[in-house]
C-alpha cells in the first residue's frame, strides 16, 4: 500500500490534477515527473545539491510553482523527475496530520487546527 494525495499543480501557463505519493523521506515540498511539469509555466530559480535515497548525490533543478492542497494555495519548489510518480515531501506537510489505517488501506491527511480554537 502506498499512501497518495491529491493536489493541483498551477504555473503560469496551465494547471494539471494530479496523484502524488506521500514520501516522509523527501524533505522538500513537491517532486513532479518531467512530463506533467512539462508545459505549465514553472520558473526555474535554482539548482542544489540533493542526496538520493542510495546515498549518491547530483544537482537538481528546482522550479517555483504553486499548488492547491488541502483547500489552500500555496508557493512551492518543484523539483523534476524522470519517474513516473510525483511526492510530496515533508516540508508540504509541516502543518498536517498523517494517518494510515494499514487494514483496510485507507489514508487520512487533514490541516492541524490552531491550539486554542
Not at 89 to 114: E, V
Given at each position: 500500500?502506498?499512501?497518495?494525495?491529491?493536489?493541483?499543480?498551477?504555473?503560469?501557463?496551465?494547471?494539471?490534477?494530479?496523484?502524488?505519493?506521500?514520501?516522509?523521506?523527501?524533505?522538500?515540498?513537491?517532486?513532479?515527473?518531467?512530463?506533467?511539469?512539462?508545459?505549465?509555466?514553472?520558473?526555474?530559480?535554482?539548482?542544489?545539491?540533493?542526496?538520493?535515497?542510495?546515498?549518491?548525490?547530483?544537482l537538481e533543478l528546482v522550479f517555483a510553482g504553486s499548488v492547491v492542497f488541502l483547500d489552500r494555495q500555496r508557493e512551492v519548489f518543484i523539483y523534476l523527475t524522470d519517474s513516473?510518480?510525483?511526492?510530496?515531501?515533508?516540508?508540504?506537510?509541516?502543518?498536517?496530520?498523517?494517518?494510515?489505517?494499514?487494514?483496510?488501506?485507507?489514508?487520512?491527511?487533514?490541516?492541524?487546527?490552531?491550539?486554542?480554537?
Open positions: 500500500m502506498t499512501p497518495t494525495t491529491e493536489l493541483e499543480v498551477q504555473g503560469t501557463r496551465g494547471s494539471a490534477s494530479i496523484t502524488a505519493i506521500i514520501d516522509t523521506g523527501f524533505e522538500g515540498d513537491l517532486c513532479l515527473p518531467v512530463s506533467v511539469a512539462v508545459g505549465h509555466g514553472l520558473e526555474l530559480v535554482s539548482q542544489v545539491p540533493i542526496e538520493l535515497a542510495d546515498g549518491t548525490q547530483k513516473d510518480d510525483a511526492l510530496v515531501g515533508t516540508h508540504l506537510l509541516s502543518n498536517c496530520r498523517l494517518s494510515i489505517d494499514f487494514t483496510t488501506g485507507k489514508t487520512q491527511l487533514t490541516t492541524k487546527r490552531p491550539r486554542g480554537r
